[in-house]
């Protein structure tokens, strides 16, 4: 095992929770582009009690870069909204779990952050993508956040309670997994990077998907958006990338949807009384596209892999190569006994469970 600080040990256990949770959230298909369970709030939540708030403030970025490296939306206004609803949850979260003085149950806080995660991204969606129309989504979009909420608080509260890799994180005797990145060694464990050609290089991605986003955000002709969009879904697919066809079409079909609610311009049809308008339909579409092109430009840049500097590499290496120790072994998940399983995992214990 490596041998790092209580705090840096406990930061990169709960980031590479945060990267493996939004992967798990990402694959759960959902109506809305910024419509989240939560699920990646598990690891804030268990940290409130055991990090100081410099170090819970770098997990909650790091939180928000790995939702937006897994959803592929770290270049688009997705990435806002997680991040608005991140930091508002985790906020309020901290101060409701200040370490050493907690009051409420995991439960409380976990409801709390999630009311406070979505009244931010209801707020960004009002006055960003759907008008006055968000507001009818306000209701289940509450409903949804307060009962996921609800359920991953009750199961921090069980977890909490019994987990042994929990309490050594607590008591200051855990430890990262053995072939976890070592900065000291210069060296990182896992299999070697990919060979980059200019193609792949980092900087001739971001200038192209850069260009990219540029004629997609600026133009205002959706037969000019809709070549950028296939455009980046082609280079995407190229590259070995899967694209999700039912979730697009979801996505793009309650974009477009919620901006009929407002009507505006030529009505085209009145199905049932209600009236479809040709300025509704076109924003509608122009924003769909927008959101879906987004995703496909940022999925393809950040195909290209990249590494930061300094402290902050470091952090990412670690959660990195911790991300990569729990993916391998996932399927020792055990959905009848959750908690002991999941401590088999973390602690590195490889019998199998009885």
């Given at each position: ?7 840096e040990?406990?930061?990169a ?38 990090l100081?708030l ?13 939702q937006g490296?897994?959803?592929g ?29 907690r009051?409420?149950?995991y439960?409380?806080i976990?409801?709390?952050g999630?009311f406070a995660s ?7 969606a ?15 979009f509450l ?6 909420g ?13 987990s042994?890799w ?12 053995k ?15 990919r060979?980059?050609?200019f ?12 260009a ?21 879904a ?6 070995g990338?899967?694209?999700s ?13 919620f901006n ?7 009505v085209?049809?009145?199905?049932f009384g209600?009236?479809i308008t040709?300025?509704a ?13 987004m995703?496909?430009?940022?999925r ?18 670690r959660?990195l ?9 996932k ?5 009848k006994?959750p908690?002991a ?14």
């Open positions: 095992m490596i041998r790092s600080s209580r705090t040990i406990a930061t256990w709960f980031g590479a929770l945060c990267f493996f949770l939004s992967a798990v959230e990402y694959l759960i298909p959902k109506p809305l582009p910024f419509l989240r369970l939560g699920l990646a709030n598990l690891p804030i939540m268990l940290a409130t009690e055991i100081p410099p170090a819970f403030a770098v997990l909650v970025l790091v939180k928000i870069l790995a490296l897994i959803g939306t770290l270049f688009s206004y997705i990435f806002l909204f997680s991040a608005a609803g991140t930091l508002s949850s985790a906020l309020l979260m901290y101060l409701l779990a200040l370490p050493g003085k009051r409420i149950s439960a409380g976990s409801v709390a999630a979505n009244a931010a991204q209801l707020g960004m009002r006055w960003y993508i759907f008008g006055p129309s968000a507001w009818y989504i306000a209701p289940p409903a949804v956040g307060a009962v996921s609800l359920l991953l608080g009750l199961f921090a509260n069980r977890f909490a309670s019994r042994q929990l309490e050594g994180l607590r008591s200051g005797t855990g430890s990262l997994p072939d976890a990145f070592d900065p000291d060694s210069g060296a990182q464990t896992g299999p070697a990077a060979k980059q050609g193609f792949n290089a980092p900087a001739f991605r971001a200038a192209a998907g850069f990219f986003l540029g004629v997609l955000l600026f133009s205002d002709n959706p037969a000019i958006q809709g070549a950028v969009v296939a455009a980046a082609v280079l995407l697919i190229c590259d990338g899967k694209i066809s039912v979730p697009a079409l979801v996505m793009t079909a309650g974009i477009i949807g009929l609610l407002t009507p505006f311009g030529k085209l049809y009145q199905p209600l009236p040709e300025g339909l076109l924003s509608g579409i122009q924003k769909a596209l927008t959101v879906e092109g995703l496909f430009i940022s393809w840049m950040m195909k290209s892999g990249f590494r930061l500097p300094g402290k902050p590499g470091e952090l990412i290496a959660v190569s911790i991300l990569g120790y729990l993916t391998a072994r399927s020792r998940f055990d959905p006994e908690i399983s999941i401590d088999r995992i973390m602690l590195g214990d490889e019998t199998e469970p009885r």
